[in-house]
């Protein structure tokens, strides 16, 4: 599916969920599996890794396919943003928002991905709203 093809935007105030892909990356298996899980219940297509190297790999096979990629900000901001900077130098991933996956204590490095192009952030525990209405963060 090519970015942005496909998916339907009934109102202003939802689209078909079913057509958006969503890239998860959390470095904690068990939260990895709950954030897809809950993104599954909201119909959203969903690749979920929870390791740098899969993360790579994923964002060269299916990033380019991808609507949204949702990452923890530990593995997003690691060795001096590499991973956030790979992605906003990619043409082929630069225009997929970036939304990092953060804790109350992680505010300052979580603002720093934000200047370096992040399109938004999320606090754990992430709440059934915010993923159910993560669609509208390919419209920013």
Do not use: F
Not at 60 to 68: K, V, Y
Not at 99 to 128: C, E
Request: aromatic content about 4%; proline content about 2%.
């Amino acid at each position: 599916m090519d970015k942005g093809k496909g998916v339907i935007c009934h109102q202003r105030d939802h689209a078909d969920r079913s057509k958006i892909r969503i890239l998860l990356y959390d470095n904690n298996a068990e939260s990895c599996h709950e954030i897809s899980a809950a993104l599954n219940k909201y119909s959203y297509q969903v690749a979920a890794v929870w390791t740098a190297r899969e993360v790579y790999q994923t964002l060269n096979s299916e990033g380019p396919h991808a609507h949204i990629i949702l990452a923890e900000v530990n593995l997003l901001m690691a060795n001096n943003a590499r991973m956030l900077k790979h992605i906003m130098h990619d043409k082929k991933l630069q225009q997929i928002p970036v939304i990092i996956i953060t804790t109350q204590d992680q505010v300052s490095i979580t603002i720093k991905g934000v200047s370096l192009g992040a399109a938004d952030y999320l606090v754990k525990p992430l709440h059934k709203d915010q993923l159910s209405s993560l669609w509208m963060h390919m419209h920013k």
